[in-house]
């Protein structure tokens, strides 16, 4: 049977968090003195806050959408909703493709094990076979560049060298769909111009690219559509071109 071609589909897709334990009239006075995130309200006797309302998105193969908006705004519950870590309280995800999702460079790295440990930890963490991550070993550590470093504990590592570490694990997969939240500045300008080559091969080899920013020049490098989240509520999607029009909302 031929699998399905990579995509993406959000059908009214809502996605609520409950609050216990908190005054709601406390809560709605709190909420209202900040300008992002999302609507307080009640569901089934709970209070909750809305954080993605009714979001709908359809992304196929060659699709690179930049996902832009204020904190609190959404970007990165809808990435998480898209890999899967979220189930929608109402509404529906379809997403068809091996999916990558680089949203926590922290993710699987423990303080304890050595350099060597935590490539092969966030290896199977991201899916990858143990013949899988033998594969890779050598192309990682090189990248990484830390050398005899990787036999030592990662808590004896500057946050650099742990950031440069986790970035080279995270980057070694294949992916038909691609999730990156922002995060891309890691290391030094050497190290970071290192990073670009490397994400922009893995973008290229990936069928979508769903990338949280706030950074005007990362989008216009790496996406060719973009959409705006607002306290959980998305704009359409529009060509990376119409960038401007969407900032200046």
Known sequence: MTPAPVSITCTDLTLR??????????????????????????????TDVTALQG??????AGDRLGLIGHNG????????????AYEPDEGAIEVHGRIAALLDL??????????????????????????????????????????????????TYSAGMQARLAFAAATAVEADVLLMDEWIAVGDAEFQKLAHKRLLKLVERAGILVLATHEAPLLKLYCNKVMRLDGGVASEVLDIRRLDELLAR
């Open 17 to 46: 968090f409950p609050v216990y334990g908190v005054d709601a009239k406390s809560l709605k006075k709190a909420i209202a003195r900040v300008t992002v995130g999302g609507a307080l309200g009640r569901h089934a006797g709970i």
């Open 55 to 60: 979001v709908n998105l359809q992304l196929k």
């Open 73 to 84: 705004s959404g970007k990165t519950t809808l990435l998480r909703a898209l890999s899967g």
């Open 106 to 155: 922290s993710l699987g790295i423990d303080a304890t094990a050595t350099g060597y440990e935590n490539i092969r930890l966030r290896g199977r963490i991201a899916g990858l076979s143990s013949k899988d991550i033998d594969g890779k070993m050598d192309e990682i550590a090189a990248f990484t560049g830390l050398g005899p470093f990787l036999a030592m504990p990662v808590k």
